[in-house]
């Protein structure tokens, strides 16, 4: 059974910064698409941005040019740069991998 453990979100002040982590288990990083979503209180859980087994990439156009997906070179961890929060931004932020993590809070305000 796959198990995914995010971390890094915390309180950001609006115009600043957070790295999320993702990890897995085991080594499904290399060999499945990874993806970043977030949920925001009575909204729907939408996507933020995803990094294929290739390194492709692909991102939401609301963070297009704000965010960055990376992962290690040994593919076990996967990393969400956030730059340039907006309090629009504030949700609870999870990572997809064959399964859910228990996602990790952001909270964009000064």
């Known amino acids: 059974q796959v198990q995914l453990v995010e971390s890094g979100g915390g309180l950001v002040q609006p115009g600043g910064s957070l790295r999320l982590s993702c990890t897995a288990s085991g080594s499904i990083f290399s060999s499945y698409t990874v993806s970043w979503y977030r949920q925001a209180p009575g909204k729907v859980r939408e996507l933020v941005a995803s990094i294929d087994r290739f390194g492709g990439t692909n991102y939401a156009t609301s963070m297009k040019g704000r965010v960055t997906i990376s992962r290690n070179n040994a593919k076990t961890t996967v990393y969400l740069q956030m730059n340039n929060l907006k309090p629009e931004d504030t949700a609870v932020y999870y990572c997809?991998?064959?399964?859910w993590g228990q996602g990790t809070q952001v909270t964009v305000s000064s």
């Open positions: 997809n991998c064959l399964a």
